[in-house]
């Protein structure tokens, strides 16, 4: 299976991921760039040094200088782009999915992710063959940059928000569960930086992940008992190429990567000398960050879902903090990008702020729980049940930028299609768990009344 869309690509490696394959995206999105440096990096995965490999070579081709940064987090990337004031960047990872699975996600000089446009353009080039490639004696070079997470701590430290001193006064003792991935180096490194004394889970880099790899509580009980049987402050996960990051608090209970976002919201308002601070996250993350945001005069403002549609509306709003409610927070303090390093630092921040044990700074934070289900359509189309929807409730307090999302008294219910399923996905949240349950439930029973009626 081969998944194509706004986020890269993605795919089975051999079977659907094939050199040819490889090549063809190298060259297409050679043909998007405008020559100059190119960074490249990837995620641990085996399959990841020679797609890394393939994809320089022809790059060199075309006449790109290519600066390869090795095994590092994807926002690192992301950063060093900018930084380097490279042409674009390319991280080879499939993120989240097992590891048969690798992928490709493509960089624009701003460090921010190619939009759907821009990855529509660059897939519309890998296809049609016509690719300027150069003569000998006209290639590119490529070279290697070892200080890659050097840079990106260093960048870390100087976040305007964080007391490095207070939070290296705390000794906070921290459980890293990196499941073996691209952030198996760097975050450790930035906890010890920290003062933190580092307990490591799977933090050897060698893209074997030791249990299914996306940070959700029913993937890290090793973790869970770790931070409980070590007596740390607290825990944190994250995925293979850690731009995400949950935290597990000091009783071992996780406390959903929703709450990544929250805490570190939380953190950068209090310290916050802006008149008027916005906020940028998507329709599907908690309401809590309205919650937050309500305390401190902040406007939130709600996108589509996708990394690229929150960083975007970030810059064009000057917002000072954004994310997602997977646990990917975005900083412009540092960088526009998911970054699990920033998370890191934020949430210790937000630990060092008062002497209180993690739990209980958690349990003053605003409550709500999120149900997530889907709604199998089959053949049935997914725009004409959402068009009807849309005009069910058109009277209500709805937001129709990505699907429909309709608003009650602390709850929600956000309804989409997938892009790569015949399903809807049906988001829902409430106070207590229950409710949320109970909201999502009704509106699966609607779509399956809408595909009755036809």
């Not at 060199?60 to 042409?87: N, R, S, Y």
């Not at 975005?330 to 960088?335: A, Y």
């Not at 709604?375 to 725009?383: L, T, V």
Request: one cysteine or more; aromatic letters at 8%; hydrophobic letters at 40%.
């Amino acid at each position: 299976m081969l998944i194509e869309s706004i986020s890269g690509i993605r795919g089975v490696v051999g079977s659907a991921l094939t050199p040819k394959k490889i090549i063809n995206y190298a060259s297409g999105f050679g043909k998007w760039a405008e020559k100059g440096k190119i960074i490249i990096g990837r995620d641990s995965r085996p399959s990841g040094k020679v797609i890394v490999n393939l994809f320089s070579a022809t790059l060199t081709w075309m006449g790109f200088d290519v600066i390869d940064v090795g095994i590092v987090p994807t926002p690192t990337v992301q950063l060093l782009t900018e930084k380097f004031h490279a042409v674009g960047g390319v991280v080879i990872t499939a993120s989240h999915n097992p590891f048969p699975w690798n992928g490709i996600k493509f960089i624009a000089p701003s460090g921010l992710f190619l939009d759907a446009e821009q990855v529509t353009e660059v897939l519309n080039f890998s296809k049609n063959n016509e690719f300027d490639f150069k003569k000998s004696g006209e290639f590119g070079n490529i070279s290697k940059y070892s200080d890659a997470i050097n840079d990106h701590i260093n960048n870390v430290l100087k976040i305007q928000y964080l007391d490095l001193e207070k939070i290296r006064s705390k000794h906070f003792k921290v459980v890293i569960d990196a499941v073996n991935g691209g952030g198996s180096i760097a975050l450790p490194k930035l906890l010890d930086v920290f003062g933190c004394e580092v307990i490591k889970i799977n933090c050897k880099p060698d893209g074997y992940f030791p249990h299914t790899p996306e940070p959700l509580p029913e993937n890290l009980t090793d973790l869970l008992e770790k931070v409980k049987e070590s007596k740390a402050d607290f825990g944190m996960a994250v995925d293979p190429d850690a731009d995400r990051l949950a935290i597990v608090d000091e009783n071992g209970k996780y406390l959903s990567e929703e709450y990544t976002l929250v805490m570190s919201l939380k953190t950068v308002l209090e310290k916050n000398k802006t008149n008027d601070p916005i906020v940028v996250t998507n329709l599907s993350t908690t309401l809590a960050v309205d919650k937050i945001a309500d305390l401190y005069d902040a406007k939130v403002i709600r996108t589509a879902i996708g990394e690229i549609n929150v960083s975007k509306k970030m810059k064009e709003t000057n917002a000072i903090i954004g994310g997602e409610g997977n646990g990917g927070i975005i900083l412009p303090d540092s960088h526009l990008g998911r970054d699990s390093l920033v998370g890191t630092a934020l949430i210790l921040q937000f630990l060092a702020d008062s002497d209180e044990k993690l739990s209980k700074k958690y349990e003053k934070l605003p409550q709500f729980r999120m149900s997530k289900m889907r709604a199998e359509i089959g053949d049935y189309s997914k725009d004409k049940i959402i068009e009807n929807l849309k005009s069910k409730y058109r009277n209500e307090n709805i937001n129709t930028v990505d699907g429909i999302k309709i608003f009650f008294e602390n709850s929600w219910v956000h309804i989409r299609k997938s892009n790569t399923e015949p399903i809807l996905r049906v988001y829902s949240e409430a106070i207590k768990l229950e409710e949320a349950v109970e909201l999502g439930r009704r509106f699966v029973a609607e779509i399956e009344k809408e595909m009755e009626r036809g």
